[in-house]
């Protein structure tokens, strides 16, 4: 007859620890990848705040739209002229804006997800053990905060209706442009991404329990549908659309990027 001894228990425990899965598949190859995206528009995010190559006749930076004070040298671009803070504000505008669509993707539903696991690695796979002892879901603060998520997306309409006037504005301006045109895809991606939140579909014809007495939110709640299909792609392209159309401003705005038609 085998003795177990007290220390039998602990060694079998920590063997435990150490497997936190069986799958032998490169499991930790989607969350680093994520993890990589994400640390990027944030990085990048950040430089663009500082940065203050943010306008160059007739576009604007989309991490700096739309001008809100005089202090900003954008008045080709400003929203029908219009400066609602004046002159009193000096700091980068990106401080005021950036708040609105990233409280929006920050409390995405898939953004959720996405950083969770490669952020959190709350789990970091399926069937991988996560690292922490205790899970509480979204009740307790600060995680409770997420469910504002629903009114991030109004605000979120706003700035995608900016940034669709700023490439139409483009577009008018400087139609051969190449700027003018990347401006216009980040745009479309924008709103693609925007409206095929899962709150935008709930808001269209959630609650509605006959389809067939509201035939026009259903054919909203059906288009609305088809982008949900795609929320993922959709998010990640935007992402990057709104980085890249960004960077094509302030480097036109540099004089980095110089020929004819950019």
């Given amino acids: 007859m085998t003795q177990t001894t007290p220390e039998a228990p602990a060694r079998r425990q920590r063997a435990q620890v150490k497997v936190r899965t069986l799958r032998t598949d490169r499991w930790w ?11 990027s528009f ?7 705040i500082i940065d203050t190559s943010n306008f160059v006749e007739p576009y604007i930076a989309p991490f700096a739209s739309p001008c809100l004070s005089t202090s900003e040298v954008c008045d080709g671009a400003r929203l029908f002229g219009w400066a609602p803070i004046g002159d009193w504000y000096a700091l980068p505008p990106g401080l005021l804006i950036l708040g609105l ?13 996405s950083y969770y696991r490669s952020f959190w690695l709350s789990p970091a796979a399926c069937a991988v ?6 899970y509480t879901g979204e009740t307790r603060f600060p995680l409770i ?8 997306f109004y605000f979120a309409v706003v700035i995608g209706a900016i940034l669709t006037y700023d490439a139409v504005l483009a577009l008018v301006h400087k139609p051969l442009g190449l700027g003018s045109w990347i401006l216009l895809v980040n745009a479309v991606l ?8 899962h709150s935008c579909r709930h808001i269209t014809a959630g609650r509605l329990n006959h389809f067939s007495r509201h035939p026009l939110r259903y054919r909203a709640w059906t288009f609305v549908s088809k982008l949900n299909a ?5 998010a990640w392209a935007s992402m990057f659309s709104v980085m890249g159309a960004d960077l094509y401003v302030r480097l036109v705005a540099k ?8």
């Fill in 230 to 234: 795609k929320h993922q792609p959709l």
């Fill in 145 to 152: 905060i997420q469910n504002i998520h629903r009114y991030f």
């Fill in 29 to 39: 190859l989607v969350p680093l990848v994520t993890f990589l995206g994400l640390s």
């Fill in 190 to 197: 924008i709103l693609g991404y925007t409206f095929g939140c």
């Fill in 129 to 134: 053990q996560e690292p922490h002892g205790k």
């Fill in 101 to 113: 669509p990233g409280g929006f993707r920050l409390t995405c539903y898939y953004y959720r997800k």
């Fill in 42 to 48: 944030l990085v990048y995010g950040v430089w663009a």
């Fill in 255 to 262: 004089g980095i990027i110089a020929f004819p038609y950019a």
